[in-house]
């Protein structure tokens, strides 16, 4: 599976440059599982959240075409029953009393009518995922986010990847030093 996904600029040359630079830091430990697009999935026999903390740093102030490094929690299949399982499984990392908010990148499915596969609207599955959550929502400045984003897995396969983020762990790569 994967825990670990980084966003870079289009283009082969920054898809080269990003994983050299990701070797370089990382190197053991962390192994190339996929990719598409502006997408790479790795995973790390480390704590996701520890190797995107030092990708981040040490990426600051550099020149990079990495632009966001998410650690990953949970790897499901992407239909809404299952989501919902792996954030009532995250939930004893959100502490008691901070706020939240959900973001979804990507679309979940569920079971329509008969029984039928659909697509969820974003709103649907937020606000069906938010139903199992009792901290406050800030949509603004929350103290957590819940996170989860519809990748790509090994060609046409899709997985949702889940995590209980710091708004920190979901910035950009910046440039400032």
Do not use: C
């Amino acid at each position: 599976m994967f825990n670990l996904i980084i966003t870079h600029e289009p283009g082969l040359d920054n898809y080269r440059w990003a994983r050299n630079q990701i070797r370089q830091l990382i190197g053991e430990g962390l192994r190339y599982v996929s990719s598409y697009q502006s997408v790479i999935l790795y995973d790390t026999d480390l704590d996701p959240h520890d190797v995107a903390l030092k990708l981040r740093t040490s990426l600051k102030g550099v020149g990079t075409p990495i632009i966001r490094v998410i650690p990953i929690d949970e790897v499901v299949e992407p239909y809404l029953d299952e989501v919902i399982e792996a954030v009532k499984h995250l939930l004893p990392r959100l502490p008691t009393g901070v706020s939240f908010r959900i973001t979804i990148e990507g679309h979940l499915f569920g079971k329509g009518e008969e029984g039928r596969i659909k697509r969820l609207h974003t709103r649907e599955a937020v606000e069906e995922i938010a139903k199992y959550v009792d901290n406050p929502v800030n949509l603004d400045n929350p103290g957590r986010i819940i996170y989860v984003k519809v990748v790509r897995y090994l060609r046409r396969r899709r997985k949702a990847g889940v995590s209980i983020l710091t708004p920190e762990e979901l910035r950009r790569v910046s440039l400032e030093a």
